[in-house]
């Protein structure tokens, strides 16, 4: 069995006791009442016994839910196990490569015109604009 169909799996249990432990927790008697088991001791269980089945079987749904998702993490993260961070050949070859110098002498840096902006400023924009002449009043 590949990994991708385990956690396939795994993922649609985890979903599955998900759901199974939201019904149970709903189910649950609050200090108001009950959801759905309203009534006297007359019913079917009786308050007594569904609050310790229910309680147990939440504790039970939950430890399933807790022990899913570590499995998942662990099965997810086994391709990586191999893997570091920091690859210790690469690390190695950087270490052990020599670095080259050079043989010939520094040589002063020329000076260099300053880059030209990528975008146009808005001193590009004012000079492209027509000069623009003052506005004669209507004539009347």
């Given at each position: 069995m590949n990994e991708?169909?385990?956690?396939?799996?795994?993922l649609a249990a985890i979903i599955l006791v998900a759901i199974a432990l939201t019904g149970v927790v709903l189910l649950q008697r609050s200090e108001g009442g009950a959801l759905g088991m309203g009534g006297g001791p007359s019913g079917f269980m009786t308050a007594?016994?569904?609050g310790n089945l229910l309680t147990v079987t939440t504790w039970w749904l939950a430890a399933a839910l807790f022990a899913l998702t570590i499995v998942l993490?662990?099965?997810?993260?086994?391709?990586?196990?191999?893997?570091?961070?920091?690859?210790a050949d690469a690390v190695?070859?950087?270490?052990?490569?020599?670095?080259?110098?050079?043989?010939?002498?520094?040589?002063?840096?020329?000076?260099?015109t300053?880059?030209?902006?990528?975008?146009?400023?808005?001193?590009?924009?004012?000079?492209?604009?027509?000069?623009?002449?003052?506005?004669?009043p209507p004539a009347q």
């Open positions: 991708a169909m385990l956690q396939t799996i795994l007594r016994g569904a993490t662990v099965v997810g993260n086994m391709d990586r196990a191999s893997q570091s961070v920091i690859d190695g070859a950087l270490a052990t490569t020599p670095q080259p110098q050079s043989q010939q002498p520094a040589q002063p840096q020329q000076p260099t300053p880059a030209q902006p990528a975008a146009p400023s808005l001193d590009d924009l004012e000079a492209s604009l027509p000069s623009a002449a003052p506005a004669q």
